[in-house]
């Protein structure tokens, strides 16, 4: 389904009549493509209730004990099925745009300091539309648009795939000094990524790229690290 369709249908039914929204006479053809979006989503719905105790087991529906904690970027294109299969229970996921753990800080806490999870991911995405509006002038963004594009740290004169990869590894560093207690305990990992949609960083469409953990960015000492030496298949940034 087209959710970026719908919800721009739904926007401009919205939009259109703001102070009538609800009551506005709308054209059958408006009215019905969005009972079209609406039945769509209630079907597939209905398909994931037959599978739910599959996916969902018992000791999930008790307590929650993810995997990880992982901030990702909310574009769309970004789906959390190319790193978990089942992502159900197993990920507490953050998302907003440019992928930033300093704009959710209260969820990512609740993630690492109530749920308890071993490690915590931040996955940036290539041509990211938010590190790109950072690098150009948003003055004319709302304020709400500007107050989270300002704590993206970019280098206007860099290009848009260093700016992603430094945007991952500036969300790994804030993180790792603020659970610094847990990752000198050993007890939390702070990973980063990037997720290439385009192949701009050469490994693939859709390909997971390892840049950082726990502040360690060199590519020849990441191939050392201990949870990586050995893994099959894996690309680290260089």
């Known amino acids: 389904m087209k959710i970026k369709t719908l919800l721009l249908a739904l926007t401009v039914t919205t939009l259109s009549f703001p102070a009538l929204a609800v009551t506005a006479k709308k054209s059958a ?3 019905n493509y969005v009972r079209q979006e609406l039945q769509q989503i209630i079907d597939i719905n ?10 969902v087991s018992q000791e999930m529906l008790k307590k929650q004990t993810p995997d990880a904690t992982i901030v990702l970027c909310s574009d769309s294109r970004v789906d959390t ?8 229970g197993q990920l507490f996921s953050i998302r907003n745009i440019g992928n930033q753990v300093q704009t959710a800080y209260g969820s990512v806490e609740y993630g690492v300091n109530h749920l308890h999870t071993p490690m915590l991911i931040v996955v940036g995405h290539s041509e990211c539309g938010a590190v790109k509006a950072a690098m150009t002038d948003f003055s004319k963004e709302s304020l709400n648009i500007k107050r989270e594009l300002e704590t993206l740290d970019v280098n206007p004169k860099a290009t848009l795939n260093q700016n992603i990869v430094h945007n991952v590894n500036n969300q790994v560093k804030l993180a790792v000094a603020d659970f610094e207690d847990q990752v000198n305990s050993g007890n939390l990992l702070v990973i980063g990524m990037v997720y290439d949609i385009h192949n701009d960083f050469k490994f693939g469409s859709g390909k997971i790229i390892l840049v950082n953990i726990n502040n360690e960015t060199d590519p020849h000492a990441l191939a050392q ?7 099959q298949h894996i690309a680290i940034y260089k």
Request: net charge negative; no cysteine.
């Open 29 to 31: 053809a408006e009215i």
């Open 46 to 55: 209905l398909k994931y209730q037959e599978r739910f105790h599959d996916l």
């Open 81 to 88: 099925n190319s790193i978990n299969e089942t992502p159900a």
């Open 225 to 231: 690290n201990p949870y990586v030496k050995g893994l």
